[in-house]
């Protein structure tokens, strides 16, 4: 999947982005777009797998382009013939709009009909019947898209519209971000967008940088938890003995030193350079081993 470079009116695009203006309304910065990105890759990647088994065929996803405009100029950019999908958000900030086009209702409708392929679109908008039809298409996109918005918060409900109301165009005002992405059906290559309030991107980043801070005593099992895959050193260490400069200079291979303390005696484990456990060494098979007898107080400082 790739992004376009591209940049609407009064809004900015992921490659190049204008400096950001905190005081330009509506315009998001930088990385509340890759926010967005990163939420709609793994939104298409779930929506083509539950295509693919409901249709049973191959379907590919593909982000195009996210633009931030006006949600008035998005309306007037749908085509006439898409079906549009009015959703309620949570956090209320005004509606969502998802755009299926003509194309993409058609190839759908196509294959759940066990129409030819190559069959001709015809130069209409859906029927009541034919939205029925589709009805379980609907509910699998917007479920996938409640899925991968709900770590941030985020929800969405199909609004109830009238029949024969879903392309009427209410006074919405505000900044819209707009996420286009190909869907390829079989080898078709249809599209489909979504338009979402610039305020709810900005409302999921500062919801999650609220419930990333949780208190101290609710982290703790978490930090735990993540350090299980740690890797640390760990070594059972034997006290030494004293060797005269002379000695040292004159080993050969071969030759044994003799270590201080007795044999079987109990010696220290340590972990990363702090002394942690008392034990004695044991044979396991053709190995040795350190079998752990009681914990120590760590020492104030790593041993040399």
Not at 40 to 63: C, I, M, N, P, Y
Not at 80 to 99: F, N, Q, R, Y
């Amino acid at each position: 999947m790739h992004i376009q470079s591209e940049q609407a009116a009064g809004g900015t695009s992921l490659s190049g982005p204008p400096p950001y203006d905190i005081c330009t309304p509506g315009i998001l910065p930088v990385d509340q777009i890759g926010l967005v990105e990163a939420i709609h890759r793994k939104f298409l990647q779930s929506l083509a797998r539950r295509l693919g088994d409901w249709l049973e065929t191959a379907v590919d996803t593909d982000l195009a382009a996210i633009e931030q405009t006006q949600f008035s100029d998005f309306l007037n950019s749908c085509d006439g013939d898409a079906c549009l999908i009015w959703l309620d958000t949570k956090p209320s900030v005004g509606p969502a709009i998802l755009e299926l086009s003509p194309g993409f209702v058609h190839r759908v409708l196509s294959i759940l009909i066990g129409a030819p392929e190559n069959s001709a679109r015809p130069e209409r908008g859906i029927t009541g019947i034919e939205r029925h039809i589709l009805r379980e298409c609907f509910d699998t996109i917007v479920l996938q898209l409640k899925e991968a918005w709900a770590g941030r918060r985020v929800a969405f409900e199909p609004m109830a519209v009238a029949p024969g109301e879903e392309q009427a165009q209410p006074a919405l005002g505000g900044s819209a971000v707009v996420i286009g992405s190909l869907l390829s059906l079989g080898g078709d290559r249809e599209s489909i967008r979504l338009a979402i309030p610039a305020l709810l991107v900005r409302l999921a980043v500062t919801g999650m940088s609220a419930a990333a801070a949780p208190p101290q005593a609710a982290s703790r099992p978490l930090v735990l938890e993540a350090m299980r895959a740690a890797a640390v050193r760990v070594e059972a260490v034997l006290g030494g003995s004293s060797l005269r400069m002379r000695d040292l200079l004159t080993l050969q291979p071969g030759q044994i030193l003799t270590l201080g303390p007795p044999a079987n005696c109990s010696v220290e484990c340590i972990v990363n350079g702090v002394s942690k456990f008392q034990g004695e060494l044991v044979s396991s098979g053709r190995n040795q081993a350190f079998q752990i007898g009681s914990p120590i107080e760590t020492r104030t400082a790593p041993r040399d």
